[in-house]
């Protein structure tokens, strides 16, 4: 007599591999959601521990230091950010143009660079619900932040950290705002789906 060969039938097989995709079916959306939020979150950090590091560099050192897109023309940072710290002087003031010949005797160092975030993730300036060009933030000495020129007023309060999700549906989108305070100061802030239009 033979003996019996252990091993799965066609139709066990069949049944496994059937329940095995429903699962992963469930799963993957909750998957999705889960690296957004995630990648948000890190995007999210990030503009905020660099936005910090200036500011700190900026009132330690007192100097200007600015925090400026890399890709101007545009009212999105995620194509990648970079913190210019200056020499304590007029010429600072030219951080709002790197590209300017000017700027690399004015600006003498670049501790950060940071690369594009890629994927869906977006990062605006706005003001209130309205978005704003703000190619460069600099924080002076006394640790209160600037746009486009030192000692000009801030004309952005938040910058949005938005991953739309790839659909239409607001209530899917996930956001972070990071907002500035009277002296300067950088909180990071969880925005309800919905609540918020993400960076378009």
């Given at each position: ?46 503009m905020l521990t660099d936005l ?149």
């Open positions: 007599m033979r003996p019996s060969l252990a091993g799965f039938t066609l139709i066990e097989l069949m049944v496994t591999l059937a329940v095995a995709a429903i699962l992963m079916s469930v799963a993957a959306p909750a998957l999705q959601d889960v690296i957004a939020a995630q990648g948000v979150r890190s995007a999210a950090s990030e910090s590091y200036a500011r700190n560099d900026a009132i330690g050192n007192q100097r200007s230091v600015a925090v400026t897109r890399l890709v101007q023309g545009s009212d999105r940072w995620d194509q990648g950010w970079r913190v210019v710290a200056c020499v304590r002087s007029a010429a600072c003031a030219a951080c709002t143009d790197p590209s300017d010949p000017a700027v690399a005797a004015a600006c003498l160092e670049e501790p950060i660079r940071r690369q594009p975030l890629g994927g869906r993730i977006k990062l605006c300036t706005r003001m209130n619900a309205t978005s704003v060009d703000t190619p460069t933030l600099i924080f002076g000495p006394d640790g209160r932040v600037m746009d486009t020129a030192l000692g000009a007023a801030l004309h952005i309060n938040t910058i949005m950290i938005s991953d739309d999700m790839g659909d239409a549906d607001a209530g899917n989108d996930r956001m972070r705002s990071l907002e500035f305070g009277p002296t300067g100061r950088v909180s990071l802030h969880v925005v309800n789906p919905g609540s918020a239009a993400p960076c378009s």
